[in-house]
């Protein structure tokens, strides 16, 4: 689309609050362009801008597009601002994506970090056996595990995700939670 494609010359020329300026304003005037509303909530998203993606990806909700990517998103981002409504919205997309392993991975993590461990332990499980090459899926799990107090999966797991030859944002801390085990 040529928004889109304006958007991100604008970006790349460095201009980026003129380009967020122009996207919002035809957001604000074409409120039903699908295709633009996920393009502004990815790119806030990559951008590190949760309230804004928030916005885009409620509005896609609001929608009844039955994505399961818009949900699953959706509940990261209700996650990581600590919103109560993370896990039902997981639920949405797993609904949606039944046996999706990056969804299993959201509904899982999320019930780890509101404090259902052995669920979450289970979730993330079935995440990992969807995906096994999928080295980013046994970082959570070891760290579920580690929760659990099971040390010896938990190892394993994070071995799994540090042997990869997958880069994803917690490598660090898998190498140095192998370490300490």
Same mark, same amino acid.
């Given at each position: 689309q040529g928004m889109m494609k304006l958007h991100r010359a604008m970006v790349v020329a460095g201009d980026k609050a003129a380009a967020d300026q122009r996207l919002t304003g035809?957001?604000?005037?074409?409120? !039903?362009?699908?295709?633009? /509303?996920?393009? +502004?909530? #990815?790119?806030?998203?990559?951008?590190?801008?949760?309230?804004?993606?928030? @916005?885009?990806?409620?509005?896609?909700?609001?929608?009844?597009?039955?994505?399961p990517v818009v949900y699953n998103n959706l509940a990261n981002l209700y996650? !990581?601002?600590?919103?109560? /409504?993370?896990? +039902?919205? #997981?639920?949405?997309?797993?609904?949606?994506?039944?046996?999706?392993?990056? @969804?299993?991975?959201?509904?899982?993590?999320?019930?780890?970090?509101?404090?259902?461990?052995?669920?979450?332990?289970?979730?993330?499980?079935?995440?990992?056996?969807h995906a096994p090459s999928a080295g980013v899926l046994h970082y959570p799990l070891g760290v579920a595990l580690m929760k659990a107090?099971?040390?010896g999966q938990a190892r394993s797991e994070l071995q799994a995700a540090v042997t990869s030859g997958q880069d994803f944002p917690e490598k660090v801390d898998a190498r140095r939670m192998l370490k300490d085990l």
């Open positions: 035809w957001l604000r005037e074409n409120p !039903d362009d699908v295709a633009l /509303r996920r393009y +502004a909530a #990815a790119y806030y998203m990559a951008m590190h801008r949760p309230k804004e993606a928030i @916005v885009q990806y409620e509005k896609l909700a609001g929608m009844d597009l039955s994505s996650l !990581d601002a600590k919103d109560v /409504r993370a896990l +039902a919205t #997981a639920r949405k997309a797993l609904a949606l994506a039944l046996d999706d392993p990056v @969804v299993e991975d959201t509904v899982g993590w999320i019930m780890v970090r509101q404090g259902d461990t052995a669920q979450g332990v289970e979730m993330l499980r079935k995440a990992v056996d107090g099971d040390k």
